[in-house]
């Protein structure tokens, strides 16, 4: 029982509770944390069947890959094969290269001209996120975004 406790604390010890939108003490952190993650674990379960958000999400480097395309989206710029590469440098060009083409065979991913950008290269294939894709992350979101309100209501 000592050791649950010492392993308790050492985990409570690099938690930054400051951040919660909540006051919550330290000594009812993990009863209170257990019923936050019930709340919000059935947003991590994925639905049945194949779809975009699935795919993307499926492993870590596919989920890299998505949220930089995702992010330039949704701020308007233009990226690329090489652009995305070039923001994982831990990840080879081809690896990269080939779960955008994976996600583009899928119709996950298209070459659309950026929303804001207009480029004068023609060279380059800007890559968007399907508007399923955009739909599904949005709304998944929106889900963690009402999941953690009302459970911060509940401790009220």
């Known amino acids: 029982m000592s050791e649950?406790?010492?392993?308790?604390?050492r985990i409570l010890s690099k938690i930054d509770l400051n951040k919660l939108p909540f006051k919550i003490s330290p000594n009812n952190f993990f009863k209170i944390y257990e019923k936050m993650f019930q709340n919000i674990k059935p947003l991590f379960k994925y639905k049945e069947g194949e779809y975009a958000l699935k795919w993307c999400l499926?492993?870590?480097k596919r989920?890299?890959?998505f949220l930089i395309i995702f992010e330039a989206n949704e701020e308007g710029y233009e990226v690329y094969k090489e652009s995305v590469s070039n923001k994982l440098p831990?990840?080879?060009?081809?690896?990269?290269?080939?779960?955008?083409?994976?996600?583009?065979?899928?119709?996950?991913?298209?070459?659309?001209?950026?929303?804001?950008v207009i480029s004068t290269d023609k060279k380059i294939r800007n890559i968007r996120p399907s508007e399923?894709?955009?739909?599904q992350f949005i709304n998944w979101s929106i889900d963690l975004i009402n999941n953690l309100t009302n459970f911060q209501k509940k401790l009220k």
């Open 132 to 135: 399923e894709l955009v739909v």
């Open 90 to 116: 831990e990840f080879s060009y081809k690896t990269v290269a080939q779960i955008i083409d994976d996600g583009m065979k899928k119709g996950y991913y298209l070459n659309l001209s950026a929303r804001t």
């Open 4 to 9: 649950q406790i010492n392993r308790e604390k």
């Open 63 to 65: 989920m890299r890959v």
């Open 58 to 60: 499926s492993t870590n």
